[in-house]
């Protein structure tokens, strides 16, 4: 198959950068033009998607392989078990993350107003809103990011990158890919499991799984608890907790992916 532009480390963070700055860029024009769409979580969502998708069009147009785009992004079938864990660990991921997150706040405190903002684009006062909220930021998100970071960055850097290289550029891709900073040392615990996950199962599917389970989280525990802060009432035990049940299943991803054919086969396709 002939091979396109080699994507190197230093041009997956040139892409990331780009995504990254014309996502900043477009948010700031919608809010220009209407003040409003800073808190419309529906907006906010189609710019994303807007973004991502010309992103791994981009990264695909210039450096993706004369393979099928289902391959190109790692949408390939894998053990059930691999996505289930995924799931999982999206829900135990979850404590730790927010652990982490508690203790950044403490050094680095949201403003007043990024905290309104936070409420605003988390809260559903009714079930219909509650629908669109999940369907943004637990499905759409999730899905753009993971076909972008796991999908195409790392299936362009894992021909002609080891793959822990592969899986540590785009894990480090996705945590300075996200705009708020005082989020990064968080996004790192998140960004470390699904890579795991990606580079284990040869599969996009159980990250993308995990990603989608962990959004979900975030937005029902602010349901459950309206005009709350993600880290207001949390514990260190929930987060020893969720660290060691993350440990835990991660082990179990990595059991299960050594063993199982259809892995196998992924992992040998993402090195083609």
Not at 28 to 52: C, H, K
Not at 177 to 196: M, T
Not at 209 to 219: C, E, K, Q, R, S
Request: glycine content about 8%; aromatic content about 6%.
């Amino acid at each position: 198959m002939n091979r396109k532009l080699p994507l190197n480390h230093a041009l997956a963070f040139g892409w990331t950068f780009g995504a990254t700055s014309c996502l900043l860029w477009l948010a700031r024009l919608s809010v220009a033009v209407r003040p409003t769409s800073a808190t419309d979580v529906v907006q906010i969502g189609a710019i994303e998607a807007l973004v991502f998708v010309m992103a791994i069009l981009g990264v695909l147009g210039l450096h993706g392989r004369d393979v099928p785009l289902s391959a190109s992004l790692g949408l390939r079938p894998t053990h059930a078990l691999l996505i289930a864990l995924g799931l999982g660990l999206g829900f135990a991921a979850h404590f730790p993350a927010e652990l982490v997150d508690t203790v950044t706040r403490k050094f680095l405190p949201d403003s007043a107003q990024d905290l309104a903002r936070e409420a605003a684009l988390l809260s559903a006062a009714s079930p219909l809103r509650l629908v669109v909220v999940l369907l943004v930021i637990a499905c759409v998100g999730p899905l753009v990011e993971e076909l972008f970071f796991r999908g195409a960055l790392f299936g362009a850097l894992r021909q002609g990158h080891s793959l822990v290289a592969a899986a540590s550029t785009t894990a480090a891709c996705f945590v300075l890919g996200h705009l708020d900073y005082r989020r990064w040392p968080a996004l790192v615990v998140v960004a470390i499991v699904l890579s795991h996950l990606r580079a284990a199962s040869g599969s996009l599917l159980p990250s993308l799984a995990m990603h989608v389970a962990f959004n979900a989280v975030t937005v029902l525990a602010f349901f459950i608890r309206p005009g709350s802060t993600t880290a207001d009432s949390m514990g260190t035990l929930p987060g020893v907790v969720g660290s060691v049940a993350t440990a835990v299943l991660m082990l179990s991803v990595q059991a299960v992916a050594s063993r199982a054919d259809a892995a196998r086969v992924g992992r040998l396709e993402d090195a083609e």
